[in-house]
């Protein structure tokens, strides 16, 4: 049932290229090089009406909404908040009718998430649910409904489903984007050709993932870890940092590189991992002036950038490349070294990968 793989978290791992696929088939048109949905019934009209969208999700699915709202407010022009859907359902939101909500689901029914759904709907939010699981509660109760198809996840830590998440929120900010006029042709075409590269450059990476298992072995005895970026870069840091506390219960942090002035800075000290994620070029510069500050305090800097970014080798201690692609496809690539790192992590410190302590893979109640 584990395909040849030690744990379902890796075997799901190595599922993303094919769960990418999947995902894109039917919204994609590679000849034309756009995106529909044949499932929403949206007029251009009815988009148009919408000047709010609320995201909310819990854990990785919230990570996934946060990368949305940089999708969703750049490509759609739209205003976007995201949540915590513990945190929405008793915060009093200001949805009305003309509010989108979207919730974000792999399971289709965690409590929280539910109740954010059902609290929106009666607020007379248009409502959307991403989800992975067919006939869930949440897609059953959702006014409409994409599909993530990355199959079955069976590992408490999320990974193809996180992916999968990312893809359909860039998908409905493109095809948004597109409705509002919003975006040009000339854009969604680039970042329709770049997507179509995407499940292939995954499937590259995974067959070469030895460095990572040396990273994973030198620094897993540490007690802290930090990750940092900026941009989606940060929001893909959250989301690398969850998976490493979540299974090798290493304590691991992510900050907004701009915030570590603010107070975190103070952490960093001789020894400890810092993994930077250096893939956004409008921030690039600010990012690596703050992987300087940390290096200056002799952290051990693992630096995340793109294949031919040579001058990361000259600030960080090892770097890590991904394929140079389009900054909204950055994500979808930056993580993958990110889950492996808490993987291996996992396995170098004897931890029940696919079963980490005191956590359930669905949590069904509040
Ligand atoms: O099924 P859901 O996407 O609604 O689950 C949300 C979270 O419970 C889930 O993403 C959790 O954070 C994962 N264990 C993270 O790896």
Sequence with gaps: ?????????????????????????????????????????????????INKIFIVACGTAYHAGIVGKYY?????????????ASEFRYRDPLVDGNSLTIVISQSGETSDTLAALRE???????????????????????????????????????????????????????????????????????LVRGLTFVPEQIHKMLENVDQIKVFAREYGSSEDAFFLGRSLDYAVALEGALKLKEISYIHAEAYAAGELKHGTLALIVSGVPVIVLATQMDVYDKTVSNLQEVKAREAVVIAIGFEGDTSLEKY??????????????????????????????????????????????????E
Aim: charged share 25%; aromatic share 8%; hydrophobic share 45%.
């Design 1 to 49: 049932e584990k395909g040849g793989f030690e744990h379902f978290m890796l075997k799901e791992i190595y599922e993303q290229p094919k769960a990418l696929r999947d995902t894109m088939t039917s919204r994609l048109d590679a000849a034309a090089k756009t995106i529909g949905f044949p499932e929403l019934n949206w007029t251009a009209e009815e988009l148009r009406e």
């Design 72 to 84: 969703l407010e750049q490509l759609a022009r739209v205003p976007v908040e995201v949540d915590i």
């Design 120 to 190: 929106a709907k009666r607020l007379g939010s248009r409502t959307l649910a991403v989800t992975n699981v067919v006939g869930s509660s949440i897609a059953r109760e959702a006014d409409q409904v994409v599909y993530t198809y990355a199959g079955p996840e069976i590992a408490v830590a999320s990974t193809k489903a996180y992916t999968t998440q990312l893809l359909a929120m860039l998908m409905l900010a493109i095809y948004v984007g597109r409705l509002r006029g919003s975006m040009s042709a000339e854009r969604e075409q680039e």
């Design 316 to 365: 960080a201690d090892h770097v890590i490349y991904i394929p140079r692609t389009d900054k909204y496809l950055a994500p979808l690539m930056a993580v993958l070294p990110l889950q492996l790192l808490a993987y291996y992590a996992a396995l170098t410190r004897g931890c029940d990968v696919d079963k980490p302590r005191n956590l359930a893979k669905s949590v069904t109640v």
